[in-house]
């Protein structure tokens, strides 16, 4: 009876000892699990399939909150109204933001490389603000995985040694995750433009020299004479493949392929296994 009174105590303890976390998309619980480990709970909020620009907490995750000892906001945007509702429900939870340190982006749109149509249409397109999908780019990454580190760090000093391997693991596997996009896009010359249907690949675009050409239009499809030009556009860089996501319809895109000639290929930065991911990204635009 006293041994199993014990064990039911060391367990209870070791479940208590867990920080309890909350995060925003996917590709933050892999970051946060890298660093934390068997150390961290981590409640999702952005459930797979669904879009972090118009998300709605279900009641069991608003649950969850109410245990939370951190939130790691990334800029999604359901984050700007429903991070003060989730700041209510747990006063004690500290929101860490791990956009700061972060240089940030303008969201692209699908005029910015073709000054005739800027000018043409330059009332009609504006920018929609800051591109939030800073994930996609390696160097970022390391700056997120050191404020995670140090969030987890400061709110469990008694495990630091474990939670300091592990960031340090974390930090190869990024390192190698670069090379590899590096080596399998070496042969592309500077400037390779890619065609995607959601402009979510910005950072990426940045990190490795080349230029994402966006299909949709502040967040609408392209209209007919629009379309026909990205065609054209298309035709003339020798685009290979559309890239599309599974969160948004990939309808026009299927219509521009069959009129190119080229793939529909479905990727999202919401991907879980996002080293995997940008090597795949890598990959299709190198033609492989």
């Not at 996609?136 to 000093?157: E, F, Q, R």
Request: hydrophobic share 40%; aromatic share 8%.
């Amino acid at each position: 009876m006293k041994k199993l009174t014990l064990l039911i105590l060391l367990s209870t303890s070791y479940i208590f000892s867990n920080i309890n976390v909350v995060v925003s998309i996917l590709p933050e619980k892999t970051f946060v699990k890298a660093i934390g480990g068997e150390k961290v709970n981590v409640s999702l909020m952005v459930l797979p399939g669904n879009s972090p620009h118009t998300y709605e907490p279900k009641p069991s995750q608003m649950k969850n909150l109410t245990k939370a000892s951190l939130y790691f906001a990334i800029g999604v945007e359901f984050e700007k109204v429903w991070l003060p509702k989730f700041k209510n429900l747990n006063n004690r939870m500290e929101v860490v933001n791990l956009i700061q340190n972060i240089t940030l982006q303008k969201m692209q749109k699908h005029t910015e490389h073709n000054e005739h149509e800027e000018n043409k249409h330059k009332e009609a397109h504006t920018h929609v603000g800051n591109d939030p999908h800073i994930w996609t780019a390696p160097s970022n990454v390391k700056v997120i995985a050191k404020t995670i580190y140090l969030a987890l760090v400061k709110a469990d000093m008694d495990n630091k040694a474990y939670y300091t391997k592990n960031y340090k693991t974390f930090l190869k596997h990024i390192e190698q995750t670069d090379e590899k996009i590096k080596e399998i896009l070496s042969k592309k010359n500077e400037g390779t433009k890619f065609m995607v249907f959601h402009p979510s690949w910005g950072y990426f675009a940045k990190e490795y020299n080349l230029i994402q050409l966006p299909v949709e239009m502040e967040g609408k499809s392209p209209k007919p004479r629009e379309l026909i030009q990205l065609i054209k556009e298309a035709r003339e860089e020798k685009i290979v493949a559309i890239f599309t996501q599974p969160e948004f319809s990939d309808a026009i895109a299927k219509v521009m392929a069959n009129e190119l000639n080229i793939k529909v290929i479905k990727v999202s930065p919401l991907s879980p296994k996002w080293s995997q991911n940008l090597i795949n990204i890598a990959n299709a635009i190198a033609g492989n």
